[in-house]
């Protein structure tokens, strides 16, 4: 007993090698702090029967399990272990991007343990590192559309299409049909290729001209085209991952992993700061000097304070609101009335308006009687 219980690993043990499924996800394992999601067999962008009996997989179930192993906090790195010859191209797209988008949240790097073609080398490429093994078949970057014609009067269809849409039933069999479903099968392939050319950071003329122009390369030769970063092996990606000390993971355990600082925090008030930083006191009492001084100018040299400059003078002086504020205010605040200059208008300021009215309700209101009226209250 004492034998085997050296020699033989413990049940748990064994299960941590072989890896334990990760919680709320459809197919993902765990090992070790690191999500292994396979990207495995023909690829389609929903999942139905078909697919779970026949080993193909969906973009819809990948997404969903990617989404919960990026959210899942006990998760260090993601790896997506691709084994597909590629597939429909509906929903590739979204789920590369979304593979994209990962970038510097959490390690996400590609493993081709067999073939990563067509759709499958799309969302590698968005991963942050392509590795490969040895014998994996890379790229098969392209579109392939495919048309079945009919064979005997007995499978033989009759489709009338409106005379408005003439190209909605395309013939391929004509130059003209042939033409047009060349030309959206050429637009899909932009997109393809334009997308790796962003995920792989080179141009697209170098995706058309390296990466093999709708044919595969194996293993170091992929590597030496530019199409992935190295060859490896998926235990090695594990070890790499789930080591607190690997460049890859040090982010993610310093921002997790790390104790909190017994460190007693020193409070900072403006004596401490003067006394530890005077450099940074003395650049930020110039900077509020330089930033008052133009606060100052702009308040009153502003053309709203023109006739308001004692309005002007008390917003500057005494608040702290900003110029732009200030010139509003002042805006909607009345001209000041100038103040009397000559001798004689100084003496009339200190004269009130007379009150000149009528000596009865039936007085005469001819010239001659006014001007008596005024005589008399002067």
Request: proline letters at 5%.
């Amino acid at each position: 007993m004492e034998i085997a219980a050296r020699e033989n690993e413990s049940p748990q043990a064994v299960a941590a090698k072989l890896g334990r499924n990760l919680q709320n996800t459809y197919s993902v394992t765990e090992r070790e702090g690191v999500a292994i999601i396979p990207v495995a067999g023909p690829l389609f962008r929903y999942a139905n029967l078909f697919t779970m009996i026949s080993g193909a997989s969906s973009y819809e179930l990948i997404a969903r399990d990617f989404t919960a192993a990026l959210e899942n906090p006990n998760i260090k790195g993601i790896i997506l272990d691709i084994d597909s010859p590629g597939g429909e191209v509906n929903g590739v797209s979204e789920l590369s991007n979304m593979v994209y988008a990962a970038r510097g949240k959490k390690p996400v790097v590609a493993y081709a343990s067999g073939d990563a073609a067509s759709g499958a080398y799309w969302i590698a490429s968005a991963a942050d590192e392509i590795v490969v093994s040895e014998t994996s078949a890379m790229g098969s970057i392209g579109v392939v559309g495919m048309y079945q014609g009919k064979s005997g009067k007995s499978a033989e269809t009759v489709e009338i299409v409106s005379s408005q849409s003439p190209h909605k039933r395309l013939d391929p069999t004509s130059d003209d049909g042939r033409s047009r479903i060349q030309a959206r099968i050429d637009s899909m392939a932009d997109v393809f290729i334009g997308t790796i050319a962003r995920n792989r950071d080179v141009s697209v003329e170098d995706v058309q001209n390296h990466y093999g122009g709708g044919d595969v390369m194996i293993g170091a030769k992929a590597v030496n085209a530019g199409m992935a970063d190295r060859v490896g092996s998926l235990e090695g990606l594990i070890a790499e991952l789930s080591s607190p000390t690997s460049p890859r993971t040090e982010g993610f355990f310093n921002a997790q992993n790390q104790p909190p600082s017994t460190q007693e925090k020193k409070p900072m008030d403006i004596e401490t700061l003067k006394k530890d930083h005077p450099d940074l006191v003395a650049q930020l009492t110039r900077e509020g000097a330089s930033a008052e001084k133009t606060r100052l100018g702009a308040i009153l040299g502003s053309e709203e304070a023109k006739g308001r400059e004692k309005l002007a003078k008390e917003m500057a002086l005494n608040t702290d609101i900003n110029a732009i504020e200030a010139c509003q205010l002042m805006a909607c605040a009345p001209v000041e009335e100038p103040k009397a200059t000559t001798s004689f208008e100084k003496v009339m300021s200190t004269v009130t308006n007379p009150a000149i009215t009528p000596a009865s309700d039936d007085a005469d209101n001819d010239i001659d009687a006014v001007a008596s009226r005024i005589a008399a209250a002067i």
